[in-house]
């Protein structure tokens, strides 16, 4: 969501009614997410994740079942964070789920705590540098960051 998007509420109010019936929010599969996490060596067995942008769906809940530890999952719509809560309550993983409704240039997150920072194609939302620089600032020291942008070629 570019900015122009943020200063006028109705293409936004679109913009999210289009994305909360889709079931995800961005590029990638299960599998993506797997062969990603595969060559993170050194991720401690328990992570402390956080799904930047988490968008609709269940992939929360997919990082929190696959690398085993705690995922914190944020948007700035809350309908989205309600879905990832949803999903990890089906899961069995609603403890290991913490749902933030936020925006991400705002986040009430504390810089160099994250094992990992995750973020699929929501970055674009603040500007791709700039969401690279919050991750780098959110990820701790030794830490990882995993981020996915869609590029359409014209």
Do not use: N
């Not at 990638?28 to 993170?40: I, K």
């Amino acid at each position: 969501m570019t900015d122009d998007l943020r200063s006028d509420p109705r293409r936004m109010a679109r913009f999210f009614e289009v994305f909360e019936s889709v079931p995800r929010g961005g590029p990638g599969d299960p599998e993506s997410t797997r062969r990603a996490l595969a060559m993170m060596a050194g991720l401690p067995a328990h992570p402390r994740v956080l799904d930047l942008g988490c968008g609709p769906g269940a992939g929360s809940s997919k990082l929190a079942s696959l690398t085993g530890g705690r995922v914190t999952a944020l948007d700035l719509h809350a309908p989205f964070v309600v879905q990832q809560a949803a999903a990890a309550r089906a899961a069995g993983l609603s403890h290991r789920l913490d749902p933030v409704c936020a925006d991400m240039r705002d986040a009430p997150l504390a810089a160099g705590v994250f094992d990992l920072v995750w973020s699929e194609g929501a970055l674009y939302s603040i500007g791709f540098r700039y969401g690279l620089e919050l991750c780098a600032r959110l990820a701790r020291p030794g830490g990882y960051v995993a981020a996915s942008e869609v590029v359409t070629m014209m």
